[in-house]
């Protein structure tokens, strides 16, 4: 009922402004066409020139009023030239902005059709058209060379000493192994993936460097250290989206890519900066991959070595979460023996 | 025939509608050939405009329904329930439908109403008539072009109504989503739909691009050199040039990803594991699709966004009473933007693990695009500056799209550098750039063309209050709905999410998506008031009394106030100077088909 009220209302404010329309065509002819016409000039040249105030005032108060609600402070050090280059490009295109709004509204309303006007025939001026591509030219060649050398950078070989994690993305979750104490990760295969038994990633259980590889929920980083994520997917395009970081990277299933950070602030400096006691680093897809996309979240927690070093030491290898009876007794390199052995009778 | 006896047959065709209306009757047409499978490129352009604002209604109004749960999340609409059954139990759009209502409103915005409802239908409608011709070079084909574009459009339809839905991928269709019915509902038999609309689609597309290709280029009227052609006609031309050189890279990526769909082919598909099984296809690249597919896709951005200034430059002129500044830099940056349109497809792929080093050129040559399209507002702006502006509402979405055009432009350089693409890319921020430069604008450009050519069309004009009301309303609408969405975007809010409530990062803006959705919901409706207006003004309207009411130089107004097939019922005038000569030499305009006289100052 209430939905047939609304319709109603709608459709009844369509005829009102639809009849205002109608009888103030009458009017216009009745007034006479160049009576009219002066009107309509002046109520739009007043508007135009009311829009561009409002909208810019518009324009400061809008970011006055979300300016706090945007990410603060980077939290990696590779972001901060991001923001460095955003303030640098705002500054630059901001000042374009306003300048070329102004000059198309102000004109609009000064140059507005009035009696005994006349227009002033000015087809080109080669001089005006010169400055007005050189400028551009020389502004966009500054923007492009702080561009590039920033994004060298970010696409640079990570340090030797960067630890290395691997994300993998699934419909419609995030998936990290670490390497162990080998800081090496096991091969993997996407044929060997068996949920069943508890290989989410096809790790291939035979490569002596797979056995210590471990895969927490939780993606833990530590403060100050730069890491190397190696991103691949298991079915569809994903991407890793770090927004705090500023940084992001699609996940192709098939083709491995990489992308490094160092982190600058744990979670619980973050909680202070922030004044939010329920801070979290995110990781959001950024690549549409399914019905479930929204709700691809993966948590980060940045924390000092210490706390690193005691959250390592409780993780346990997958391998020994996948085989639980032989892990259990032996350690990593016998239960690879008896594997061989039961590989050998099968055969 | 001479001059003189131009002007002289103007002159009757002004005062003597009987003698023209005898004319008409010489061929008489039946309904079908008139209305249906017409020849007559006014008629397919009436017949692409007509479909293209069916489309727009049903993309516009597929966007509201996705704003109702980006903006209340956790209302429930009852009456959603009636219209989409089981996509929307309780009165609460699902996941799947929410993701088939994005793509399909991307889908037919850009190619279904901005490419074949824009450049379709004023393509069709002014390069005959500004050039000097009796028709397009193949009326044939022009006619095929828009049933090719009717039997896509049939196709798309019947998709939203299959069991299994829509294609749901998002508008760029990406494989694996895409190809693997196992991923995603919609990449079931709606993908397969989905491509074959899309195929007849890039058919219709060719056959109309060649044709305004070789009419322009073959079918001038004496006089009508390439340089004194109006802004429109060279704008329609680099669009035609563009579809017909990108279009054909998307169906061959599109016959690539059918293949992997049911040829069991690995064009795109490598190491896959769903639906708990892995499956056979190794080797293949999902980039290759997003090469092929923004090889078009890129183009297509302009494909859109130049008819719309080509019609804007037109309009801003005339209603300036001035030439257009800088006709020569105007061309200039068109075939700038034309060429540099081809080279910068994979800015939009930053972040898939491109090659850094190839990214850099990318960067520098999408950066590149900003110095023509400087230019080219530089040159708007300059064409108003001591003009003498009427405000028809033509003229007012003109200096609508010169101000959005602006601000999307200028985003622009923001995202085309790699090294802030890879924050902000896929975030709102880039639902912000491109809905305002290549949406809003092109929108603006749209209706400044329906608003100053539709009394070429009809023989009446629309009604102008409710032109201005419904620019307005759209126009603060337009900034009200996407200019808060950038700062979104600097928070890295993602698009394509169903639902931000879980996240700690993205839930701070829930009242402000709120708000957008409430101001989505207004700008809907105005529109309704022009499609009102529209439908209304060609029954109703005030009738065209005079055959040039905008006093505008271009050929389409020495035509008769209601143009029978053929456009001029005696013989095509012939053109003596180019089409911007307002307020030269103390008079208001001379006609293109005025000789220039003894003592006239050359421009």
């Known amino acids: 009922m209430s939905g047939f009220l609304a319709v109603l209302v709608v459709v009844l404010i369509f005829i009102v402004i639809f009849q205002i329309a109608k009888a103030s065509e009458y009017v216009s ?70 300048i070329t709004q102004v000059l198309l509204f102000w004109f609009a309303f000064k140059y507005q059709e009035k009696e005994g006007k006349t227009a002033f025939y000015f087809p080109h001026n080669n001089k005006l058209e010169v400055i007005w591509t050189v400028i551009p030219a020389i502004a966009l060649t500054i923007l492009v060379a702080f561009g ?19 994300i993998t993305g699934k419909q419609f979750n995030w998936i990290y192994r670490y390497p162990g104490k080998d800081g090496q990760l096991g091969r993997r295969d996407f044929k060997n993936i068996d949920p069943a038994k508890g290989n989410e990633l096809g790790v291939d259980w035979n490569d002596p460097l797979s056995k210590d590889d471990f895969i927490p929920t939780e993606l833990h980083l530590v403060v100050g250290k730069p890491v190397k994520f190696v991103i691949g997917s298991r079915d569809v395009i994903h991407d890793v989206g770090l927004p705090h970081f500023r940084l992001k990277m699609d996940a192709v299933p098939g083709i491995p890519t990489t992308l490094w950070v160092t982190p600058r602030f744990t979670t619980k400096e973050m909680k202070e900066k922030t004044g939010n006691p329920d801070f979290t680093y995110e990781i959001s897809c950024d690549q549409m991959c399914g019905s479930g996309h929204y709700s691809m979240r993966g948590v980060i927690v940045v924390e000092t070595q210490e706390e690193y ?38 055969k | 025939m001479s001059n003189e006896a131009t002007l002289h047959s103007q002159q009757e065709v002004m005062h003597g509608a009987h003698d023209h209306h005898d004319h008409e009757h010489h061929h008489e047409d039946s309904f079908i050939s008139k209305y249906v499978f017409s020849m007559d ?181 004496k006089g009508m050199a390439m340089t004194k052609m109006p802004l429109t006609i060279w704008a329609f031309f680099f669009t035609a040039v563009l579809g017909v050189l990108s279009f054909p890279v998307l169906l061959s990526g599109f016959i690539l990803l059918l293949m992997d769909r049911h040829a069991g082919t690995s064009f795109y598909l490598s190491d896959i594991f769903i639906a708990g099984k892995a499956l056979a296809n190794e080797g ?141 890319h896929d975030t709102y921020f880039v639902i912000a750039h491109f809905h305002i430069v290549m949406g809003v604008s092109a929108f603006f450009g749209m209706f400044a063309g ?58 701070q803006f829930e009242p402000l998506n709120h708000f957008i959705s409430v101001v989505v919901i207004v700008v809907f409706a105005t529109q309704l008031l022009f499609i009102f207006n529209f439908f209304y003004s060609i029954f109703k309207g005030r009738k065209m009394t005079t055959q040039n009411p905008w006093k505008a130089t271009s050929l389409e107004w020495t035509t008769p106030i209601n143009p029978g097939h053929g456009n001029w019922p005696g013989e095509i005038p012939e053109v003596h100077r180019w089409a911007y000569d307002y307020s030269k030499d103390g008079r208001d305009f001379i006609p293109q088909t005025e000789p220039i006289g003894p003592n006239e100052s050359a421009h």
């Open chain 1, 29 to 98: 002819i009745l007034k006479g066409e160049k009576k009219a016409r002066e009107q309509s000039n002046r109520i739009n040249g007043f508007l135009l020139i009311a829009f561009l105030v409002l909208g810019l005032i518009g324009v400061y108060w809008c970011n006055d009023l979300l300016k706090g609600k945007i990410l603060g402070e980077s939290a990696s050090e590779q972001g901060k030239g991001v923001d460095t280059l955003i303030y640098v490009t705002l500054a630059i295109t901001g000042f374009v902005f306003v």
């Open chain 1, 309 to 346: 070093d005691k959250w390592v030491a409780s993780q346990k290898p997958a391998y020994e979460l996948a085989h639980p009876a032989e892990a259990a007794p032996a350690g990593a390199p016998k239960a690879d023996s008896t594997q061989k052995a039961v590989a050998a009778n099968i």
């Open chain 2, 450 to 507: 329906i608003y100053h050519w539709f009394p070429k069309m009809y023989g009446r004009f629309m009604n102008n209050t409710l032109g201005y009301i419904h620019f307005w309303i759209t126009l603060i609408g337009a900034y009200l709905i996407f200019w808060p969405m950038h700062y979104e975007g600097m928070a890295g809010m993602p698009r394509r999410y169903y639902d931000y409530s879980n996240w700690a990062s993205f839930n």
């Open chain 2, 284 to 424: 293949g690249s999902a980039i290759l699709y997003q090469h092929l597919f923004w090889f078009l896709g890129h183009p297509e951005v302009y494909i859109i966004v130049l008819p719309a200034m080509g019609m804007v430059s037109e309009v801003l002129a005339v209603n300036s009473r001035k030439p257009i500044f800088g006709y020569l830099a105007m061309i200039g940056s068109l075939f700038a933007i034309c060429i540099l349109a081809f080279l910068v497809w994979a800015h939009h792929m930053f972040v898939t693990g491109l090659n850094p080093f190839l990214g850099a050129f990318f960067v520098l040559l999408t950066l590149l695009i900003a110095v023509p399209s400087a230019i080219k507002v530089f040159n708007w702006i300059t064409t108003i500056w001591r003009g003498k502006i009427h405000f028809t509402p033509a003229s007012l979405f003109s200096i609508g799209f010169v101000s959005t055009f602006i601000s999307g432009g200028l985003t622009g350089i923001w995202l085309g550098n790699s090294s802030i693409d890879i924050h902000l």
């Open chain 2, 41 to 221: 490129h006014k008629m397919i352009a009436k017949q692409f405009l007509i479909t293209g604002i069916i489309w727009a209604v049903i993309g516009a109004f597929f966007s509201v329904l996705f704003r109702l749960q980006l903006g209340f999340p956790d209302a429930t609409f009852p009456w959603l329930e009636s219209i989409l059954g089981h996509w929307a139990k309780g009165g609460r759009i699902s996941a799947e439908a929410y993701y088939a209502l994005v793509t399909m409103h991307g889908t037919i915005l850009v190619f279904f109403v901005l490419t074949a409802g824009l450049s379709g239908t004023f393509s069709n409608l002014l390069i005959p008539l500004q050039v000097g011709a009796r028709d397009m070079a193949s009326p044939f084909m022009n006619c095929l072009s828009y049933w090719f574009f009717f039997l896509a459009s049939l196709v798309m339809m019947a998709s939203l109504f299959v069991q299994t839905g829509p294609a749901s991928g998002g508008w760029t269709m990406y494989p694996p989503l895409s190809a693997l019915g196992d991923a995603s509902i919609g990449s079931k038999i709606g993908v397969d739909l989905w491509l074959t609309s899309m195929a007849l689609f890039v058919v219709s597309q060719l056959l109309g691009g060649l044709n305004y290709i070789s009419t322009i280029l073959n079918m001038r009227t």
């Open chain 1, 148 to 166: 590039l050398k920033h994004w060298f950078q970010l696409t640079s070989e990570a340090p030797k000493d960067a630890a290395v994690v691997e």
